[in-house]
């Protein structure tokens, strides 16, 4: 058993290691999408925060039903955090909401829980 775990992280650390920085950035990204983040995403005016999402587990670029290119923005799901405290209050639902490339934003895992 032991022989068989050596062998399987020998080859994995050569298969990493003949991967590019893109090839490796690709499969990070997968796998922090699969395994979700606790996530803020803020949406700024000029330099005021005027929206808050709170437990946003990952955002995700749209694509064309018919040719499959990206489109210009992201969507997720996440707790609109209606007083901006960090926390989901009784009352603050779950909502779907999209930004585009054009949205003054920032997206960060939570520091706080």
Known sequence: MKKIISLALVATTFLLVGCTQEQQNRMSHGIQNWTGTN???????????????LKVDKMTTGIGRNDGEKRAYRYSYGYFDANMNYKVDEGEKKVYFEVSDYTNYVFYENPYF
Not at 41 to 51: N, S
């Open 39 to 53: 996530g803020i995403m803020e949406i700024y005016a000029g330099d005021k925060v005027v929206m808050r999402f």
